[in-house]
């Protein structure tokens, strides 16, 4: 199975950005979506963004605009990428990346990103 390791995350004020980063242990081709999750304290796991094989992306409408998942085959190991740009304190949350090939899952550790001034 696809290990997932994230990082990035961090302290940050409102309106600043943050950029995660989300390493696979190999590289992944085919069909496959990886996205970027997030679960505030006491809420449900929501889907941030997710991004395609074929590089179709999706976004939540409270990010759209400001996070960007962009990824990156030419390494070694797979990469996913969120630039999230104008922080607001309700993007405060665990984010975590998951790998989706057709029914298996693989979810990483999770990284904690917080805004607050």
């Known amino acids: 199975q696809v290990q997932l390791v994230e990082s990035g995350g961090g302290l940050v004020q409102p309106g600043g950005s943050l950029r995660l980063s989300c390493e696979a242990s190999?590289?992944?081709?085919?069909?496959?979506?990886m996205g970027w999750y997030r679960q505030a304290p006491g809420k449900q796991r929501e889907l941030v963004a997710a991004?395609?094989?074929?590089?179709?992306?999706?976004?939540a409408d409270s990010v759209n605009g400001r996070f960007t998942i962009s990824r990156d085959n030419a390494k070694t190991k797979s990469t996913v990428y969120l630039q999230m740009n104008k922080l607001k304190s309700e993007d405060t949350a665990v984010y975590y990346c998951?790998?989706?090939?057709?029914?298996?899952?693989?979810w990483g550790q999770g990284t904690q990103v917080t805004v607050t001034s």
């Open positions: 998951k790998l989706q090939i057709e029914s298996d899952n693989s």
């Open positions: 190999s590289t992944i081709v085919g069909i496959y979506t």
């Open positions: 991004i395609t094989g074929g590089g179709s992306t999706d976004y």
